[in-house]
Every structure is written in structure tokens, then in C-alpha cells.
């Protein structure tokens, strides 16, 4: 039997895990990320029946997730090549599996999600160097509990 883990958690046991190129194994970590947010976009569609006498009524019809993340450059790591190597590219090339482990064990697999690089290198002459992206649905993501 499992083990439940409860209460609070630190944001590092959160992991994230991207397919490495021509593979749908989605078991490469991307070395050196430190910050990341999530943010939800969800579709509300709102109407105004008379049978509510003035009240709205509102049904959730579309969902999306963006996660960014803040992590350093580190050549010669896979996972973190890989998405460094998509800073140029456009279209489909873009798109690779993307998996977030939960503390709790639970998955949430984003099938040929959109990478967006938005910072990739840079910097002062003292700084180490950024790889920054958002990692944004494409499609309906595939939700694991935990066993």
C-alpha cells in the first residue's frame, strides 16, 4: 500500500519530466529549473434567463494551462538541450510531451504541448545564464492520481 503524503509541501517536489526528441517516453528531467507558476484560462460562457429573474447564469466550456518556468542554462543536460533547442524553431517543432509529478504522486501528462523560449542566455558578465519557457496545453491534458 502507498504511502499518502498530507499537509504542506516545498514548490521543489514538484517535478517536471519532457519527452527527449523522436520519443513519447516522457522520462527526461530538465536540469536546473528553480522558479515556476501555473496560471488556468478557463472559458465561461454567461447568459441572462428570465427565469432567473436577473440573475446570471454561467457554464465553464473551455479550459487551457500555462505553466512558466525560470531555470538556468545547462548545456549538456538532455532535458535541458532539448528545450534550449526549440529557441529558434516554429510551428509543430515546437510541441513536445510534457509531464508534472506532483509531491502526492499524481501526473498530469501534456501531449504535444506548446514550448515557448522566452529568455535563453543573457545577462550581466557575473550572472549564469537563463532558460526561461512556458509550457502551454495543446489539447486536454491526461490527469494520473496517485496510486
Given at each position: 500500500m502507498a504511502t499518502?503524503?498530507?499537509?504542506?509541501?516545498?514548490?521543489?517536489?514538484?517535478?517536471?519530466?519532457?519527452?527527449?526528441?523522436?520519443?513519447?517516453?516522457?522520462?527526461?528531467?530538465?536540469?536546473?529549473?528553480?522558479?515556476?507558476?501555473?496560471?488556468?484560462?478557463?472559458?465561461?460562457?454567461?447568459?441572462?434567463?428570465?427565469?432567473?429573474?436577473?440573475?446570471?447564469?454561467?457554464?465553464?466550456?473551455?479550459?487551457?494551462?500555462?505553466?512558466?518556468?525560470?531555470?538556468?542554462?545547462?548545456?549538456?543536460?538532455?532535458?535541458?538541450?532539448?528545450?534550449?533547442?526549440?529557441?529558434?524553431?516554429?510551428?509543430?517543432?515546437?510541441?513536445?510531451?510534457?509531464?508534472?509529478?506532483?509531491?502526492?504522486?499524481?501526473?498530469?501528462?501534456?501531449?504535444?504541448?506548446?514550448?515557448?523560449?522566452?529568455?535563453?542566455?543573457?545577462?550581466?558578465?557575473?550572472?549564469?545564464?537563463?532558460?526561461?519557457?512556458?509550457?502551454?496545453?495543446?489539447?486536454?491534458?491526461?490527469?494520473?492520481?496517485?496510486?
Amino acid at each position: 500500500m502507498a504511502t499518502t503524503k498530507s499537509g504542506v509541501f516545498p514548490c521543489y517536489e514538484n517535478q517536471f519530466k519532457v519527452a527527449a526528441a523522436g520519443s513519447t517516453t516522457v522520462d527526461t528531467t530538465i536540469a536546473n529549473c528553480e522558479e515556476f507558476s501555473v496560471s488556468f484560462d478557463n472559458g465561461v460562457e454567461e447568459w441572462n434567463a428570465f427565469e432567473q429573474e436577473g440573475w446570471k447564469s454561467r457554464l465553464m466550456t473551455a479550459k487551457s494551462v500555462t505553466i512558466s518556468v525560470k531555470a538556468k542554462r545547462t548545456l549538456g543536460d538532455a532535458g535541458n538541450d532539448l528545450i534550449a533547442g526549440l529557441t529558434y524553431k516554429n510551428g509543430r517543432e515546437c510541441e513536445a510531451n510534457f509531464k508534472w509529478l506532483f509531491p502526492d504522486g499524481s501526473t498530469v501528462l501534456f501531449e504535444n504541448a506548446v514550448i515557448s523560449v522566452t529568455a535563453n542566455g543573457g545577462g550581466s558578465s557575473s550572472s549564469v545564464a537563463p532558460l526561461e519557457f512556458e509550457v502551454m496545453s495543446n489539447g486536454k491534458p491526461v490527469y494520473t492520481p496517485a496510486a
